[in-house]
Nanobody
Framework: QVQLVESGGGLVQPGGSLRLSCAAS????????MGWYRQAPGKQRELVAQ???????NYADSVKGRFTISRDSAKNTVYLQMNSLKPDGTGVYYC???????WGQGTQVTVSS
């Protein structure tokens, strides 16, 4: 069973940046789409960014131009670079392997002054 482990969350001021990482226990990126989801307090989990097996990316409208999803297949790691963070970026960020229906444990991001 593949495991996903997120890291990189923390407290950041509005306008700041963070980079999240999602490490997979083995290589799956060539055969599965990977996504980052955010669950804000009291809200449903929502897709923030996704990268498909062929490298295509898509983003939620709210983060376009500020967030970038990427992957390093040699390290079995997917990243989410988050710039110009806003308070509504606060939440738990989860990594997802779409076809396998796998989720990581999540990493907390808090955007606050």
């Amino acid at each position: 069973q593949v495991q996903l482990v997120e890291s990189g969350g923390g407290l950041v001021q509005p306008g700041g940046s963070l980079r999240l990482s999602c490490a997979a226990s083995r290589s799956i990126f060539s055969i599965d789409a990977m996504g980052w989801y955010r669950q804000a307090p009291g809200k449903q989990r929502e897709l923030v960014a996704q990268i498909t097996s062929d490298g295509s990316t898509n983003y939620a409208d709210s983060v376009k131009g500020r967030f970038t999803i990427s992957r390093d297949s040699a390290k079995n790691t997917v990243y989410l670079q988050m710039n110009s963070l806003k308070p509504d970026g606060t939440g738990v960020y989860y990594c997802n392997a779409k076809e396998r229906g796998l989720w990581g444990q999540g990493t907390q991001v808090t955007v606050s002054s």
